[in-house]
């Protein structure tokens, strides 16, 4: 037997995602990931669609969050503001420091039964119909593998194929330390840069920029991030600076992608599944689209958590009374 249904290698949004959905199903669920809590190289912007995805696992409005009002556009000397009103549901963008939301959606996934472990993949490879992890705590068997880490993915890495350089976007830029606002700012000042943007958070807005990695250099991009900020925020404290590869893959790439195979499949960052004209995720990771061998991975291991249940139910309701059993999925999900 092996030791867990689903190993869900990373517990970022995608992985802890992944992971609540599964473990709700009924299946046993363990992510491995050793960075938490942990800060995202992010701008942390979320928009209403994917707000209203997690919502029922996840309320935003707990976390501390900025609503956005107005959205400004800057082009060379042309300037633009659009509000971005809302009447009901979530803000049409809202922006999050990713250790409170990643943090948030991991304990969502925990309440619902999977269970978390602190421990880096070192590696994975086949055994028998199943994987065998390589951790640096010990080996760990599963019987199907979910990759949800990110863009330079292990399970990419060593199952499908890694992606090629043409196919990343570097995003480089500055955390700016007790500035705020409750605006945010996307411009398009540099023809060699994709675009800037400035999110902001409660306590800090995060300035950055990204561009096609064959087609820009991380120093080029963050010129372009301290003149823009030199330029709008003239006495902006000590920068703190980030950067992490997107995905950003062209047409001919997505063609070509294969994001789940027999036993296995990708999701988030390591799939790929960003909206590739503004390489930004977070929707994808929570819907991924239904590639036909992804479906087929996850009705297979919903059919098979269903049978089990049914199993035990079968069993249980003759041996134990119903509070009893609530009591044993209680026991599985204090484990994280
Ligand atoms: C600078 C920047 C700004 C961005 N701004 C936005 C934005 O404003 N809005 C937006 O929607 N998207 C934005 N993105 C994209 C967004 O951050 C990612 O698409 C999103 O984090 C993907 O989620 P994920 O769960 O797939 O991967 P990640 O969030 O990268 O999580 C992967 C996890 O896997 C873990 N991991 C990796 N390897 C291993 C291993 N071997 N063993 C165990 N664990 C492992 C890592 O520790 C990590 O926690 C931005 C990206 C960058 C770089």
């Not at 948030?104 to 309440?111: D, E, I």
Request: proline share 9%; with cysteine; aromatic share 6%.
């Amino acid at each position: 037997m092996p030791d867990t249904d689903v190993a869900v290698i990373g517990a970022g949004p995608a992985g802890a995602w992944a992971a609540w959905r599964l473990a709700r199903g009924g299946a046993k669920v363990t992510i491995l990931d050793p960075s938490h809590p942990r800060e995202k190289p992010c701008g942390g912007g979320l928009t209403g669609r994917a707000a209203a995805l997690v919502q029922p696992a996840v309320t935003l409005a707990a976390l501390p969050h900025v609503s956005v009002g107005v959205a400004r556009f800057e082009y060379e000397a042309r300037r633009a503001a659009v509000a971005l009103p809302w009447r009901s549901g979530p803000p049409a963008l809202v922006i999050a420091s990713r250790r409170e939301l990643d943090g948030a959606l991991l304990a969502a996934a925990c309440q619902a039964g999977a269970t978390h472990l602190g421990r880096r993949v070192r590696d994975v490879r086949r055994s028998g119909d199943g994987w065998a992890l390589v951790t640096n705590e010990g080996p760990i068997t599963s019987r199907w593998l979910i990759g949800a880490d990110g863009p330079t993915s292990l399970v990419r890495r060593r199952i499908a194929t890694p992606f090629a350089r043409t196919d990343l976007s570097i995003a480089t830029g500055y955390f700016v330390r007790g500035v705020s606002s409750p605006d945010i700012t996307i411009a398009f000042d540099d023809p060699t840069a994709g675009y800037l943007w400035s999110f902001p958070r409660p306590d800090h807005l995060a300035v950055g920029v990204c561009a096609q990695a064959d087609r820009s250099t991380a120093s080029a991009l963050l010129n372009v991030a301290r003149e823009w900020i030199a330029r709008a925020i003239p006495d902006a404290p000590p920068l703190d600076r980030y950067a992490w590869p997107i995905p950003s893959l062209t047409e001919a790439a997505l063609e070509r992608e294969r994001p789940a195979g027999p036993g296995w499949m990708l999701t988030g960052d390591a799939a790929g599944w960003l909206i590739p004209s503004l390489a930004k995720a977070f929707t994808s990771p929570f819907a991924p689209p239904i590639w036909p061998p992804t479906a087929c991975f996850l009705n297979a291991i919903r059919q098979r958590a269903t049978k089990r249940r049914s199993a035990t139910t079968s069993t249980s309701s003759s041996a134990a009374p119903r509070s009893s059993r609530r009591a044993s999925s209680g026991r599985r999900s204090s484990r994280c």
